[in-house]
């Protein structure tokens, strides 16, 4: 008896690669964050640039989450879900990180929004560079056919 099916075995390489993409989107917001605390100092009135600061959120949310699902979809079998599997761990990795060191996690439905659409995007971005890499192979085989006659 063995020890596991390969589509046991393939679960759990795209939960580990989805966990991976998941720290690696997570790790591009925080970074993100951190360099902008850096330059800002509670002394500023955050009012005045609310928007820009919602935009900014959203959009650094958005690129971690296309980053990570790019990086898993180009390794799973089916991009897009592995995309958004990936956004959604990020998004219970950061409400962890929060609660557990700032006591709140504010706006939730628009980092889980940004997460699970970067991952969808990055997912979909990867499927598509799969689908070139074929049918260019499938010219180069079918110049080589013609070439060879």
Not at 2 to 15: A, D, H, L, N, Y
Not at 19 to 47: C, D, E, P
Not at 99 to 125: D, R
Request: aromatic share 16%; proline share 1%.
């Amino acid at each position: 008896m063995t020890r596991g099916s390969t589509t046991e075995k393939s679960q759990g390489f795209v939960i580990r690669d989805c966990l991976a993409g998941a720290l690696i989107a997570f790790g591009v917001v925080l970074l993100i964050f951190q360099t902008l605390s850096a330059y800002y100092t509670r002394g500023m009135r955050f009012a005045e640039y609310a928007d820009a600061f919602r935009t900014l959120f959203f959009g650094a949310h958005t690129v971690g989450g296309a980053l990570g699902g790019y990086l898993v979809g180009r390794r799973a079998e089916n991009p897009v879900q592995a995309g958004v599997i990936t956004g959604v761990f990020a998004y219970i990795f950061e409400y962890i990180c929060y609660f557990l060191f700032e006591g709140t996690f504010a706006s939730s439905f628009w980092v889980l929004l940004g997460f699970i659409g970067g991952g969808i995007f990055g997912g979909m971005f990867a499927n598509i560079q799969r689908a070139r890499k074929r049918l260019a192979s499938r010219i180069a085989k079918k110049e080589d056919e013609k070439t060879g006659e």
